[in-house]
Each structure stands twice: as C-alpha cells, then as structure tokens.
C-alpha cells in the first residue's frame, strides 16, 4: 500500500498509478474483471433488475467488456458515459446494448453515438461502477483530474450506490480529499470488496 500523499504530491500520486496501470496488459486487465465480476454477481444489488452506469475500460483500467455483456444478459439497464463536446467537463450517461453503434471521444475512450432517446436522466441511475487511479480506506478517490466524475456523481441522488473498480496496487493509505472530491460507497478489487456505506 502506498504512504500518503500531500497536496503537492497528488499529481506525482496520479502519475505514479497511471504508470502502473497502463503497464498492465489486456489480459491482466480482462483476467482483474473478471475476478471484479464474479464479486458483482454475489452482490445484493444484482437480484432484481437495474440501470447501472459503467464504462468502456481502456489503457490498462480494469476491463469492463465482460463485466457489461453480463449485466445486459441479466436483465439490467446499461448505460456508459458520453463526454458532451460543447459543455467543458460535462459527461452524460447513454443507454446502450448488444446493437448500439461506438465511436471513440477526443480522449479515445469508446462511447455510444449520443441521442435524446438513449439519454438517460441522472436521477433514474441506481448504480454506477466508476474507473479509478487510486482510493483510500475511507472511500475517497483520486480520479484522472478533469473532473467529470466529480461534477456527474453531483448531479445523483442520495440513494445512487457508487462503486469504484480498481487494482489492489491502487490504495494508497490517505487521500487528501478536496471539497469537490466526491467519495465512493464501495470499492470491489479483484481480491476484496470493501464497503464504505451501506446502500442495497
């Protein structure tokens, strides 16, 4: 587990995980989903039907493409995030399946092609499974610094459950949260799952 990381060191903190994360290979990347997975099938959330947020995992994030096929096949709603090109730092959730067409946003993060049908109202989401570069044992989380999550986990109701996937490598024992940093309820590794605040 890394040592704390103050305020100056926070983007020696992200560069350090970064570095660590895109290292991975695909496989290792799919082989950590798949263990993410099989804790998310045990979940309480998981026995009755959702519409739960995810992403499209990419440059060594935990992979995500088995974990979203197996939530379509059970019956829940699946949504990904889509960058809105002409609102600085805005992000919103698409609906998406087996059919939808993906293109790649200026990141090269796929995403589905956005439509006012597929769009999904932020406070019809019950669960969001969200990348990150690293967290602490209180919950709190150290996105990629752009702030997309922070200002989209704003705009959720109290009762959306947050669940942050990550690497065991990636806690680290304090983060020096800011007022905008938005916490995580949960935090599933391909080894624990570690709950915060009891929401399902």
């Avoid at 309480?44 to 096949?73: D, K, W």
């Avoid at 805005?90 to 995403?111: L, N, P």
Wanted: charged share 30%; net charge negative.
């Amino acid at each position: 587990m890394l040592e704390h990381y103050d305020d100056d060191e926070r983007g020696a903190l992200r560069r350090d995980l970064l570095r660590r994360r895109r290292a991975l290979s695909e496989e290792e990347a799919a082989k950590a989903g798949r263990a993410v997975l099989n804790t998310l099938l045990s979940h309480s959330f998981m026995t009755s039907p959702r519409l739960v947020a995810s992403y499209a995992s990419l440059r060594g994030e935990v992979g995500t493409a088995e974990i979203n096929r197996t939530l379509l096949t059970l019956g829940h709603t699946l949504c990904l995030p889509v960058v809105d090109p002409d609102g600085a730092g805005v992000m919103r959730f698409h609906r998406t399946d087996k059919g939808s067409v993906f293109t790649e946003d200026r990141y090269g993060i796929r995403e589905p092609l956005p439509s006012m049908d597929t769009l999904v109202e932020d406070e019809s989401i019950d669960v969001v499974l969200l990348p990150l570069v690293g967290f602490d044992a209180q919950g709190n989380r150290l996105g990629m610094g752009g702030g997309y999550y922070d200002r989209l986990l704003k705009r959720l109701t109290a009762r959306t459950l947050l669940i942050g996937i990550a690497y065991d490598f990636q806690e680290v024992r304090s983060i020096n949260a800011k007022e905008w940093d938005m916490p995580v309820d949960e935090v599933i590794t391909p080894t624990r799952h570690l709950v915060f605040r009891e929401k399902f």
